[in-house]
């Protein structure tokens, strides 16, 4: 039952194909160089998929983490400076920066637990898009292999083992942008080393400059195949910025703020990330083997103030959220046959795997002005170790069906030691989570999935142990460690059409409850249970030979589930997004794209009398290539120059003028037009 890609496609896979340990079965491993069509007969959802390193690459981004925008109905966005990590929104929910969201990039998890700053926090400025060889996106709790903050879904990033060609790129643009990128991947010792280098400066359009520095760097050694062989992976970021966060409305509005304007001059923060990993897959005529390791050294230090004046007239509410810590995993994965019959066509694979975590940390909140240290919130040293092994049956009953059952026990253990005793202590959490897969080929061209399971969160492991708000000194109660998500989805997934492939789902997903920390005040806040309905519809098509369209469209509903009097609406729930995409590809030396992005309104409070705007922005590039070793790239942001909102919020704040505080929107604009040139030369 294992299938094998046709040749052109294996020596493809050589270049560009990474595997990881999300990987479900070797039987569905098969890489499809180019768009996203077509995925029949490949996945277990129709949400689910992969976009390649050409399609990838054929994006215009403003920032590293808009690449998971490839991601068919997610929204990736900024309310600060450019080193924080983005907001995501996907399938009704605001994700903050990464909850419910899994992220992994290489092998390793890119979500951190227990942050200073909020649960799931999710950093891609270490991201070097040139040398991302595919994301593979799932949705929905419908895998065994799939664990914490994977309930809306899972998007995984791999790197090359080795490049086509060296390549050395320049990029300079407006706001004092600038960015280098030197690359390449020589034969050394029998496999191949490669290595990447990042450089970057960005000022942006604010008033005070974001004064943006980075430096990125990937060092990976590699011996054999993606599917048989090893390699051992280095990695370096290190950034720091000035940040100009949301500002009220009210302000701009009276003229006391422009568009671009901050409140706070000293708000921004320092980030730094090293890693080292490795990977070790065999694969045989009828088992797959797969193990990985990694260590994870991540700091950041972030100064904000988003209200003001509201808790502290004289000094100004700004407070600083340091996060030390230190990730280390173990990842490993067995499949073998455990029925192949060549006479009926049913054949079965079993896979079973295991996957362990753990993170040493130390953190704190404190009160500064000037990012100079006033009064100490809390200071905590957490210990969050996790384990967890599935079990997952694919089973291919005909030509026409096949199905995916799994099951996954997991278990996490929380230790707390900080300032004040009534909140340090031990706690332990388990959860059981089963998922059931069913396609069905309704004819050649067409499949149906059903798609039923159980996912979870953890909470932040300060909020297991509490016993007092670290603020106010005020009792709370204890959160859970676990929260049990339940999902269940119908799609269809159609390339019936000649060169086009269209997938549509209809999903519900549940909570029982939306326990979040909140890493301004330093506590856990117990929410209620939800329910959320949506209907995804996602086509691609290719035109012609270098013409490709593509249109994604999304739209949930999101509800909160446990009576609340101030209304059932989830703030910051995204409702409806879009995407147009136009590809040009080859059309003799030149190339190009556009792509439109609806963000649609949302509600900013619970009894929805209070809603964002919709944004709309458009983006595009037009590349010409200069024989075979160069080529040049423009590209374009916010071409119709909109003045919408990247993100809103609504909340009381207090400006230095006003005597009490004032509920009101506060929004981060986008960015004005502006546009990049690029050099870059192969050899």
């Given at each position: 039952?294992?299938?094998?890609?046709?040749?052109?496609?294996?020596?493809?896979?050589?270049?560009?194909?990474?595997?990881?340990?999300?990987?479900?079965?070797?039987?569905?491993?098969?890489?499809?160089?180019?768009?996203?069509?077509?995925?029949?007969?490949?996945?277990?959802?129709a949400?689910?998929?992969?976009?390649?390193?050409k399609?990838?690459?054929?994006?215009?981004?403003?920032?590293?983490?808009?690449?998971?925008?490839?991601?068919?109905?997610?929204?990736?966005?900024?309310?600060?400076?450019?080193?924080?990590?983005?907001?995501?929104?996907?399938?009704?929910?605001?994700?903050?920066?990464?909850?419910?969201?899994?992220?992994?990039?290489?092998?390793m998890?890119?979500?951190?637990?227990?942050?200073?700053?909020?649960?799931g926090?999710?950093?891609?400025?270490?991201?070097?898009p040139?040398?991302?060889?595919?994301?593979?996106?799932?949705?929905?709790?419908?895998?065994?292999?799939?664990?914490?903050?994977?309930?809306?879904?899972?998007?995984?990033?791999s790197?090359?083992?080795?490049?086509?060609?060296?390549?050395?790129?320049?990029?300079?643009?407006?706001?004092?942008?600038?960015?280098?990128?030197?690359?390449?991947?020589?034969?050394?010792?029998?496999?191949?080393?490669?290595?990447?280098?990042?450089?970057?400066?960005?000022?942006?359009?604010?008033?005070?400059?974001?004064?943006?520095?980075?430096?990125?760097?990937?060092?990976?050694?590699?011996?054999?195949?993606?599917?048989?062989?090893?390699?051992?992976?280095?990695?370096?970021?290190?950034?720091?910025?000035?940040?100009?966060?949301?500002?009220?409305l009210?302000?701009?509005?009276?003229?006391q703020?422009?568009?671009?304007?901050?409140?706070?001059?000293?708000?921004?923060?320092?980030?730094?990330?090293?890693?080292?990993?490795g990977?070790?897959?065999?694969?045989?005529?009828?088992?797959?083997?797969?193990?990985?390791?990694?260590?994870?050294?991540?700091?950041?230090?972030?100064?904000?103030?988003?209200?003001?004046?509201?808790?502290?007239?004289?000094?100004?509410?700004q407070?600083?959220q340091?996060?030390?810590?230190?990730?280390a995993?173990?990842?490993?994965?067995?499949?073998?046959?455990?029925?192949?019959?060549?006479?009926?066509?049913?054949?079965?694979?079993?896979?079973i795997?295991?996957?362990?975590?753990?993170?040493?940390?130390f953190?704190?909140?404190?009160?500064?002005r000037?990012?100079?240290?006033?009064?100490?919130?809390?200071?905590?040293?957490?210990?969050?170790?996790?384990?967890?092994?599935?079990?997952?049956?694919?089973?291919?009953w005909?030509?026409?069906?096949?199905?995916?059952?799994?099951?996954?026990?997991?278990?996490?253990?929380?230790?707390?030691?900080?300032?004040?005793?009534?909140?340090?202590?031990?706690?332990?959490?388990?959860?059981?989570?089963?998922?059931?897969?069913?396609?069905?080929?309704?004819?050649?061209?067409?499949?149906?999935?059903?798609?039923?399971?159980?996912?979870?969160?953890?909470?932040?492991?300060?909020?297991t142990?509490?016993?007092?708000?670290?603020?106010?000194l005020?009792?709370?109660?204890?959160?859970?460690?676990?929260?049990?998500?339940?999902?269940?989805?119908?799609?269809?997934?159609?390339?019936?059409?000649?060169?086009?492939?269209?997938?549509?789902?209809?999903?519900?997903?549940?909570?029982?409850?939306?326990?979040?920390?909140?890493?301004?005040?330093?506590?856990?806040?117990?929410?209620?249970?939800?329910?959320?309905?949506?209907?995804?519809?996602?086509?691609?098509?290719?035109?012609?030979?270098?013409?490709?369209?593509?249109?994604?469209?999304?739209?949930?509903?999101?509800?909160?589930?446990?009576?609340?009097?101030?209304g059932?609406?989830?703030?910051?729930?995204?409702?409806?997004?879009?995407?147009?995409?136009?590809?040009?590809?080859?059309?003799?030396?030149?190339?190009?794209?556009?792509?439109?992005r609806?963000?649609?309104?949302?509600?900013?409070i619970?009894?929805?009398?209070?809603?964002?705007?919709?944004?709309?922005?458009?983006?595009?590039?037009?590349?010409?290539?200069?024989?075979?070793?160069?080529?040049?790239?423009?590209?374009?942001?916010?071409?119709t120059?909109?003045?919408?909102?990247?993100?809103?919020?609504?909340?009381a704040?207090?400006?230095?003028?006003?005597?009490?505080?004032?509920?009101?929107?506060?929004?981060?604009?986008?960015?004005p037009?502006?546009?990049?040139?690029?050099?870059?030369?192969?050899?």
């Amino acid at each position: 039952m294992l299938r094998f890609c046709p040749i052109a496609c294996a020596i493809a896979a050589l270049f560009v194909y990474q595997p990881t340990l999300a990987d479900d079965f070797v039987l569905q491993r098969v890489l499809v160089e180019g768009t996203r069509a077509s995925q029949i007969g490949m996945t277990d959802s129709a949400s689910s998929g992969s976009v390649g390193a050409k399609e990838l690459a054929q994006r215009t981004v403003y920032r590293p983490g808009e690449l998971l925008e490839a991601t068919p109905g997610l929204i990736a966005s900024q309310h600060s400076g450019e080193g924080k990590a983005n907001q995501f929104y996907l399938r009704g929910f605001n994700l903050d920066h990464g909850t419910d969201l899994a992220t992994w990039v290489d092998g390793m998890p890119v979500n951190q637990r227990s942050h200073a700053h909020g649960q799931g926090w999710t950093d891609l400025n270490f991201l070097i898009p040139e040398i991302v060889t595919r994301l593979d996106y799932r949705k929905g709790p419908y895998s065994a292999t799939e664990g914490d903050f994977s309930s809306a879904g899972k998007a995984t990033i791999s790197y090359a083992n080795r490049l086509v060609a060296p390549l050395a790129s320049v990029t300079l643009g407006e706001d004092n942008y600038a960015r280098t990128v030197l690359a390449g991947s020589p034969e050394l010792a029998g496999g191949n080393l490669l290595y990447a280098l990042e450089l970057m400066k960005n000022d942006g359009p604010w008033t005070r400059p974001d004064g943006y520095r980075k430096i990125n760097a990937v060092l990976r050694y590699s011996r054999g195949y993606a599917n048989n062989g090893w390699t051992v992976t280095a990695m370096h970021y290190r950034g720091h910025w000035n940040a100009t966060d949301q500002i009220p409305l009210r302000a701009v509005q009276s003229g006391q703020l422009g568009l671009f304007d901050a409140l706070d001059l000293s708000d921004g923060g320092e980030a730094e990330r090293s890693s080292i990993s490795g990977s070790w897959r065999r694969t045989t005529d009828d088992t797959a083997t797969g193990l990985s390791a990694y260590v994870i050294r991540n700091r950041l230090d972030l100064y904000s103030n988003f209200t003001y004046f509201l808790n502290d007239p004289v000094n100004g509410d700004q407070f600083a959220q340091p996060d030390r810590r230190v990730t280390a995993g173990l990842d490993g994965s067995h499949t073998w046959h455990v029925l192949r019959n060549k006479d009926s066509g049913v054949a079965s694979d079993m896979s079973i795997g295991f996957q362990l975590q753990n993170d040493n940390i130390f953190n704190g909140l404190y009160d500064t002005r000037a990012r100079r240290r006033l009064a100490t919130t809390r200071e905590d040293h957490i210990v969050e170790g996790s384990a967890a092994v599935y079990l997952e049956n694919a089973t291919k009953w005909s030509e026409a069906l096949r199905t995916v059952v799994g099951v996954r026990a997991n278990a996490y253990r929380f230790r707390v030691d900080g300032d004040r005793l009534a909140n340090a202590g031990r706690a332990s959490d388990s959860l059981l989570t089963p998922s059931l897969s069913v396609a069905y080929g309704l004819w050649q061209h067409t499949e149906l999935y059903f798609n039923y399971g159980h996912g979870f969160h953890s909470n932040d492991a300060r909020g297991t142990v509490a016993a007092i708000d670290p603020k106010t000194l005020d009792p709370v109660d204890r959160t859970p460690g676990l929260v049990r998500s339940r999902g269940l989805e119908l799609g269809l997934r159609t390339v019936a059409i000649p060169k086009t492939e269209t997938t549509v789902s209809v999903y519900r997903l549940d909570f029982d409850s939306e326990l979040t920390y909140i890493g301004d005040a330093g506590n856990t806040e117990a929410g209620d249970p939800s329910r959320r309905y949506g209907v995804e519809l996602s086509n691609s098509m290719r035109a012609n030979k270098w013409l490709t369209v593509n249109f994604d469209a999304a739209y949930a509903r999101a509800r909160s589930r446990g009576g609340n009097p101030a209304g059932d609406r989830i703030p910051g729930a995204v409702e409806g997004v879009a995407q147009v995409g136009l590809t040009v590809d080859r059309a003799g030396p030149w190339s190009g794209a556009l792509r439109l992005r609806y963000f649609g309104p949302r509600p900013l409070i619970e009894d929805d009398s209070v809603r964002s705007h919709a944004s709309l922005t458009l983006n595009g590039r037009i590349g010409y290539r200069i024989g075979k070793d160069m080529r040049v790239e423009l590209e374009g942001f916010n071409l119709t120059n909109r003045r919408d909102s990247a993100i809103d919020y609504y909340y009381a704040s207090r400006l230095a003028n006003e005597a009490e505080a004032v509920d009101d929107i506060h929004f981060h604009p986008i960015e004005p037009r502006s546009f990049r040139l690029s050099f870059t030369k192969n050899w």
